[in-house]
């Protein structure tokens, strides 16, 4: 009886007990999405805390033509004409939570927890270009839209494990399910230019100046369902026990 006790007891010397901090590192998916996650275990089965997460993307999508291009004299020229499409997102993400554990008698970590995502989101920068070129001749033209800052907040329900290989340190998953809301006011903004260059060009050295337009935006959207809805992450635990 007494080796079994003692089994059971260093079988679970690897988890962090009250007084340890931890730091972790994750992606979750739906979306995918990195993120840093710094806690501190108040007791052997509370933990409380915060994530920050990060998101950027960037797509380009390009179409190629051959056109004909006008040139003085009444000519015409062999050009390419490119269709070119360039979007940017960022999102940071802050999220306090608390976790309990289950105490179990081994190093196979179990909890349930709370979170609070807060982000914040730069909204969508498209930049569309109609690039034309042929020999001796180059013409431009841009139309870039910003529209405005995103603000969400949610709650979600945390269910997660995660296995304590060595000492505080571990592997693990999480899944989470929750709603959030997001509030976009402001302004969508639009600006056009143009450029033209090239000896061959009608309208070498004729530009358009920016215009820039504004357009109020108001979006206002709840979703109810998996808030990154699964992760995986490490672990690591360090610190004196209280």
């Known amino acids: 009886m007494i080796c079994v006790l003692s089994l059971a007891s260093v079988a679970q010397d690897n988890k962090p007990t009250a ?61 390419l004409e490119e269709k070119r499409t360039v979007t940017t997102t960022a999102d940071v993400f802050i999220t306090p939570l608390v976790k309990y554990h289950f105490p179990v008698k081994n190093n196979l970590d179990v909890y349930l927890g709370a979170n609070l995502p807060i982000g914040v989101g730069t909204g969508p920068k498209t930049v569309n270009s109609d690039i034309v070129t042929a020999s001796n001749y180059n013409s431009t033209g841009t139309t870039t839209t910003n529209q405005p800052v995103s603000v969400s907040i949610g709650a979600g329900l945390l269910v997660g494990c995660q296995y304590f290989f060595y000492k505080n340190l571990a592997v693990g998953a999480e899944a989470n399910l929750g709603f959030s809301g997001t509030i976009a006011n402001g302004n969508d903004i639009t600006k056009i230019s143009e450029s033209n260059s090239g000896s061959n060009n009608p309208d070498a050295g004729v530009s358009i100046p920016t215009v820039t337009t504004k357009a109020m935006v108001k979006n206002d959207t709840e979703n109810l369902g998996m808030l990154h809805s699964f992760a995986l992450s490490v672990s690591w635990y360090f610190g004196t026990s209280k």
Request: no cysteine; net charge positive; hydrophobic share 40%.
């Open 19 to 79: 007084g340890f901090f931890g730091i972790g590192y994750g992606v979750s998916f739906l979306p995918t999405m990195q993120r840093i996650n710094f806690t501190y275990m108040v007791s052997d089965k509370l933990e409380v805390g915060g994530t920050i997460g990060f998101q950027f993307s960037r797509t380009r999508n390009s179409t190629l033509d051959s056109i004909p291009v006008n040139a003085p004299n009444f000519t015409s020229l062999a050009g």
